[in-house]
């Protein structure tokens, strides 16, 4: 049993981490930013995938194999600053593209939550560890609720398979979870709220 249970939480942990949920998140929300036409869906979504997920990704993977940290989701605190501070600015880069660009309202929003909750995870994390992983998806769920109605609320289900996969692993204490799941909807969910 206890082999099974820690397959379901290493494939939850890859599946739903903070990489894979910041692919998809900004075609939902361009999608419904751009009333569903496929190419201003694809570009906005893609140009904040790209700098808030695929570079930062690439970035830590390559500190990874070269040793700097000790994996993709680095988890020792003290390593983590560095990844999240070129996550930070990165995603920043990508803000600047989509406000020249002119991007929906909503698609900015949803970069400006990210950076309010990157630089949010950044101030605990030189203390405290906190997971990303549940701040990025219970602040994604907040933001499809928001343009897609409650019913997107049963995402939570898979937010909660989440949470316990990272204190499953050791990756994180309850608390730690805890703390990251309310800073998801409280900053991020927030901001995005206040901006579009």
Aim: include cysteine; proline fraction near 5%; glycine fraction near 10%.
């Amino acid at each position: 049993m206890d082999g099974i249970r820690l397959r379901l939480a290493k494939v939850t942990t890859e599946v739903l981490s903070p990489a894979v949920v910041v692919l998809v998140l900004p075609l939902a929300v361009a999608w419904n930013a751009t009333g569903g036409r496929v190419g201003p869906t694809l570009l906005w979504g893609i140009v904040v995938a790209l700098f808030s997920s695929i570079l930062p990704m690439v970035f830590i993977i390559r500190g990874a194999r070269r040793g700097r940290w000790d994996g993709h989701h680095v988890r020792d605190r003290e390593h983590r600053f560095v990844p999240l501070a070129v996550g930070l600015a990165s995603t920043a880069v990508g803000l600047a593209i989509l406000l020249l660009g002119d991007a929906p309202r909503d698609v900015v929003g949803l970069t400006v939550a990210m950076v309010a909750t990157l630089v949010t995870c950044i101030a605990v994390t030189l203390t405290w560890k906190v997971s990303l992983h549940a701040a990025v998806a219970t602040g994604a769920v907040v933001m499809i609720a928001l343009l897609y109605g409650p019913w997107a609320l049963l995402l939570l289900i898979p937010v909660a398979l989440v949470c316990w996969s990272r204190v499953v692993l050791g990756d994180h204490t309850v608390a730690q979870v805890v703390v990251g799941a309310a800073l998801g909807p409280l900053v991020g969910g927030a901001v995005f709220l206040l901006i579009r």
